[in-house]
């Protein structure tokens, strides 16, 4: 929101100053939460590490503890307690009948009223409802979300007409290096398949 914002301000034709108190928050030192652990929220957790922060994580299954140190991640049984405790919470979870918007107005309203809520796993997993909700009553300070349900949204949503929140064109991925892997990792799959050999990348390992 303050890089968007500030960026609307800085090309503005109506700007004729900066204001020296326009300030946003400090990653740096903040807590993160993320939710789902798996290969893509642990990259997130190493990238960071590099500023400094305090990380929790929630998770079907607690990371082993060599990895949990690797990167300072601290584990949370219970989703409840990372939502009140973090700055960002992060959602890194694929779209499954029990993550179903698992972020409603319940968990909205544990979250730190200075808190951001980040999504780039599945946009159901949050009720977007809620969201709007949460973000007109300042129940949380904002929100970044990178996937929404339908995608694109309806161009009549509330959610676009919230100025704390940034909603980005599911693209995460969207660098031609990325492509490039996903498109080999993709070919390893099927071959592997063909040869009657392990598949490196078993979405529902036996």
Known sequence: MFLYSGSQIAI??????????????????????????????YKVAQRARAFEMKILYHNRNQRRKEEEQAVGAHYCEKMEDLLQQSDFVMLVVSLT????????????????PTATLINIGRGAVIDQDALVEALQNNVIR?????????EPLPRDHPLLKLNNIIITPHIGTATVQAIHMMAEEAIANMLAVLNGQHIPSEVFPK
Not at 97 to 105: L, N, S
């Open 12 to 41: 503005s034709p109506d700007t004729k100053y900066f204001a020296v108190d326009w300030l946003g928050v400090e990653v740096t030192r903040a807590t993160l939460g993320i939710i789902g652990m798996g290969r893509i929220g």
């Open 97 to 112: 009948p029990d993550t179903h918007k698992m972020i409603g107005k319940k968990e909205l309203g544990l979250m730190k």
């Open 142 to 150: 904002a929100a970044a979300l990178d996937v929404t349900y339908p």
